[in-house]
Structure formats: C-alpha cells, structure tokens
C-alpha cells in the first residue's frame, strides 16, 4: 500500500488546517471545493468567507494552494510573490502558510483567465494585452536575489530534449537516427548560443493566457499566477509565451504589433532590450522555438506519463510556432526538413534570414 496521501486526504488535512486559522477570517470551511489543477502536482480549492473582522472578506472568497511537500514546494511561489508585488505586479495576496504541510490561504482573482475572456464577446482583447505587456515591463524590472535559479544553458537543453524523447518517441512512435539527430543537435546548440547572450531578467516561464487573470477593479489588470518557478533568463523568454502562446494564435502581424509596443516600453523603462526591433524580433523568434520544441514534449509528457490527454489538442499551434521559425531561417534548414519528415510533409520554401 501506498505510503502517499491521496487527493482526498491533502483535501482533510486543509480543512483541518482551514480550522485552525484565525476566526476572524470567517472561513466557511464546509464550502471547500475544487478551484482548478494545472500542470504540475498542485491542486487549487475554494473557500467562502462571511466574516466581520478586520481581516474578512464579507460574502467574499479565498483560495487554498495544495502543493504536497513530497512533490513541489510553496517557499518559491511566497519568495516570488513578494518580488513581483514589489515591482508592482498583480499576484494574489498571501493570507496564511504552512509550508510543512504545503498549503497556501490566498487572496481570490476569481474565475476569468484571459483564456476564458478571449472567448467572450464584447471583451476588449488590444486593451487587456496592452495592459499584460505593462505588467511584464513591470516584472523585468524587479529587483531579483543573485541566488535565484539561472536560465543556462544545462536548464535549456534539458528542456528542448523532451522533444526527442516524449514528442518523437513516445507521441509519433518515431527512433530518430544518428543523421537525423545530427540536425537538432545543431538547432539546440544555435538556440542555447542565442538565448544566453540575451540580457538576462526575472523570467516567469508560463506567461501566457491561461496564467493572467482579469481583475474586476479597473486598471488592476493582469493578475499573475502560476509563478513559482521564475528564475533569470532571457529578455524575450516571457514576451514570446504570451504572443506565441500554446493555447491561442494570433496573426504574425499581431504579434509583431504587441512586440514591438513592448520594445518601446522596455526600451523606455531602461529594459536592457536591443536597439534594433529587427535583431530584437529575432532574438523573440528563436526564443519561441525553444519553447516550441519544449512544450512539444511537456504537452506529450503530460498525456502518456501524467495521464491528461487534454493537451494533446493543443500540439498543432506548438507546432505551427516551430515550424514557421525553421522554415524563415536558413541556419535552421536542416530542423525544418527533419519536421517534415517526422510529420510526412512535403518541403515548403520560406522566407529566410
């Protein structure tokens, strides 16, 4: 049997925990209920709260983080939350802690992912992207601790290999060869090169639309979740999660629109962003690769390892991203037609750089 607690367990050791907080917050422990789960071994409740004290939110509302402490650990996300509430970022306020056990009590940001509001009709999408590139300016310039993990090149290889081995392997049931290995050994080696001369700050890592919340007070927007794993990388790593999301697709001149809004507020916040757009866009391009190529893997990796499928209806956009980057660059030629081999393609010619 089992030594781990199961879900329903973690579920019994937060209300317990839940009862011991301070009366005054007015938790209705009986209302804890499912919030959302993400990608990870974390799991989000709900709880209502109708207290009167000062620290209550009268017929208001509280989120629990559940993140068992033999799999993941809350000390990252409170350090980070307090490095980005102090550069003016919105996260969610943390109420209570106990780290031993792996619970967080905090502030609510309710129900509405940019996901969600880009689904609603009447949404006003230029105005809560321009205010997501505001909020990300805002993160960069952060004052970060010199101890927090580094984006290197060790991090960015041991990522692009979950493409090989989960979306190669394992998803299209493919052995690569050793020529065909040679090519995305080359595409790994140029896309470390160039992510590493990039000037390097607070980098979320999930910046994108299903981790920006829509806040009901106005000018409040983005709220920020899903942030414990930042570390210091690259300037444009957060910038292309957002326009080259894996869950959305905007047009290229769209997104070239929003970079380049971004470029002149980074640039006017003393961000240290190239000066030409040009060599900036490029910088964003091949940064978006090597994203591409390591979500192709997670997504494979969450449907056959973790058992959630679901994310296997996103790998087109993923790999529509990639593809558009290989096929624009001479120096990526030969990981363009390895993609069209693995996915029985017909070359296509494309621009190139």
């Not at 306020?93 to 009590?105: K, N, R, S, T």
């Not at 940064?287 to 499928?309: E, S």
Request: aromatic residues 10%.
């Amino acid at each position: 049997m089992s030594s781990h607690p199961t879900h329903d367990d973690r579920r019994a050791l937060a209300a317990n925990w839940l009862i011991g907080l301070p009366d005054s917050l007015g938790l209705q422990v009986a209302s804890l209920r499912p919030a959302s789960s993400d990608a990870s071994f974390r799991r989000y409740f709900r709880v209502d709260a109708k207290g009167t004290g000062p620290q209550a939110r009268i017929d208001s509302s509280y989120i629990v983080m559940d993140a068992p402490p033999d799999s993941e650990d809350c000390r990252p996300f409170v350090r980070i939350a307090g490095l980005m509430a102090a550069a003016g970022v919105g996260t969610p306020e943390i109420v209570a802690q106990d780290l031993e056990q792996g619970f967080l009590l905090l502030g609510d940001l309710g129900n509405t992912t940019y996901f969600d509001a880009l689904r609603q009709p009447g949404r006003d999408i230029p105005a809560l992207y321009g205010d997501a590139l505001r909020a990300l300016v805002r993160l960069q310039g952060a004052s970060v601790p010199a101890d927090l993990p580094s984006y290197d090149g060790a991090r960015l290889r041991t990522e692009m290999e979950l493409f090989p081995d989960w979306y190669v392997a394992r998803h299209l049931g493919m052995t690569l060869t050793d020529r065909e290995r040679q090519p995305l050994e080359t595409c790994f080696q140029r896309l470390i090169t160039a992510a590493c001369a990039q000037p390097q700050v607070l980098v979320h890592r999930d910046y994108h639309c299903r981790n920006l919340m829509v806040l009901d007070l106005p000018g409040s927007n983005p709220g920020v979740i899903d942030f414990q794993d930042a570390v210091i990388g690259p300037v444009t790593y957060d910038l292309v999660s957002l326009l080259r999301d894996a869950y959305v697709e905007w047009p290229e001149q769209q997104q070239i629109d929003w970079a380049a809004r971004y470029w002149e507020m980074a640039r006017a916040a003393g961000l240290p962003v190239h000066e030409r757009f040009d060599a900036f866009w490029q910088d964003l391009e091949w940064m978006g690769l090597q994203r591409a190529l390591k979500v192709l893997g997670i997504f494979a990796r969450l449907c056959y390892r973790d058992g959630k499928p679901r994310y296997l209806d996103d790998l087109p956009v993923v790999l529509r991203h990639a593809t558009r980057v290989v096929e624009r660059y001479d120096v990526f030629s030969g990981m363009a037609r390895l993609l069209d081999r693995l996915h029985q393609r017909t070359p296509r010619t494309g621009f190139t750089f």
